[in-house]
């Protein structure tokens, strides 16, 4: 049974910065992309990062390039994501998420491709 669980999360004043962690059971993180999707209040899941199983390519949404960094830990089984210059509107519960397809690209901007997603952790950025 996959598990997926997101700590880090918490309230920051704008400009500061937070580090989220994915952690995982049941399943070999390194074998598989790993996505990062907030949910803000009364708006849908969205994209902001993603890893690709070997770690060698990551990609963001525009609203975090510079901001943001996704990567992991293969000996931790983890994934982070380094978020820095917070603002605002990244306040949100941030939710973790990974495909079922192992060792594959997939569409790494679309929740519609990731199978596992953790509980989410509370990320709050106040003005």
């Known amino acids: 049974q996959v598990q997926l669980v997101e700590s880090g999360g918490g309230l920051v004043q704008a400009g500061g910065s937070l580090r989220l962690s994915c952690a995982a059971s049941g399943r070999t993180l390194s074998r598989y992309a790993m996505g990062w999707f907030p949910q803000a209040p009364g708006k849908e899941r969205e994209f902001v990062a993603a890893v690709s199983w070997g770690g060698g390519s990551t990609y963001y949404a525009d609203s975090v390039k510079g901001r943001f960094t996704v990567s992991r830990d293969n000996a931790k089984n983890t994934v982070y994501l380094q978020m820095d210059s917070l603002k605002p509107e990244d306040t949100a519960v941030y939710y973790c998420?990974?495909?079922?397809?192992?060792?594959?690209?997939?569409?790494?901007?679309?929740?519609?491709?990731?199978?596992?997603w953790g509980q989410g952790t509370q990320v709050t950025v106040s003005s």
């Open positions: 998420a990974s495909p079922s397809k192992i060792y594959a690209s997939v569409n790494y901007y679309s929740e519609n491709e990731y199978n596992y």
